[in-house]
């Protein structure tokens, strides 16, 4: 079985940074293409970023070039390195891993992130 425990989350200033980190636990991290998604108040859950097992990463439009994922599978975990946050990066923070041959989804429980003005 494969859990999931994010940490790092808390209060920031719009243009501060936080680092996230999510630690798993199984056997097919490695192989398995991990993310983070973000659901705000009241919002739907979405994407902010993925990599691979090989450590190609891609991002949603509203975070590249300020977030950056990172893992390292020695430790089984993936990091999200969030810069020049803003109000609207307010929300809670999700780590995922999807199984290596069916792309079932697990979940951590989510830390949450708020950036205040």
């Known amino acids: 079985q494969v859990q999931l425990v994010e940490s790092g989350g808390g209060l920031v200033q719009a243009g501060g940074s936080l680092r996230l980190s999510c630690a798993a636990s199984g056997s097919m991290f490695s192989i398995s293409t991990v993310g983070w998604y973000r659901q705000a108040s009241g919002k739907q859950r979405d994407l902010v970023a993925t990599i691979t097992g090989g450590g190609n990463p891609n991002y949603a439009d509203s975070v590249k070039g300020r977030f950056t994922i990172s893992r390292d599978n020695a430790k089984k975990t993936v990091y999200l390195q969030m810069n020049t946050l803003e109000v609207e990066d307010t929300a809670v923070y999700y780590c995922?891993?999807?199984?290596?041959?069916?792309?079932?989804?697990?979940w951590g429980k989510g830390t949450l992130v708020t950036v205040s003005s």
């Open positions: 995922n891993q999807k199984h290596p041959l069916s792309g079932m989804d697990y």
